[in-house]
Nanobody, 114 residues
């Protein structure tokens, strides 16, 4: 079964931290094909972070220096460490794989509020 399953979302205060996880089925997991997107109400889905070929990473300007994407080949899991979160980080976060096609998880809600 082809699937991406996110976890780790929730309510966090501004300045706090949260770690999202995405477990992928074997057929659609390759570390350099994985990324995280987010979509806030009324906005388009946007790239947050991704792992590219050679193990390099890329980030949206709005999260550079605060978020870190990483992954485990053994666990077939990709993570998004979110530090110093801001209210504007509030969104549904989606895991994405671009291996052979576009695959999306069901999304996990992150709400940053005091």
């Amino acid at each position: 079964q082809v699937q991406l399953v996110e976890s780790g979302g929730g309510l966090v205060q501004p300045g706090g931290s949260l770690r999202l996880s995405c477990a992928a089925s074997e057929t659609i997991f390759r570390l350099d094909a994985m990324g995280w997107y987010r979509q806030a109400p009324g906005n388009e889905r946007e790239l947050v972070a991704a792992i590219t070929s050679g193990g390099l990473t890329k980030y949206a300007d709005s999260v550079k220096g605060r978020f870190i994407i990483s992954g485990s080949r053994v666990r077939r899991t990709v993570y998004l460490q979110m530090n110093n979160v801001k209210p504007e980080d509030t969104a549904v976060y989606y895991c994405h794989s671009e291996l052979y096609s576009d695959y999306w998880g069901q999304g996990t809600q992150v709400t940053v509020s005091s």
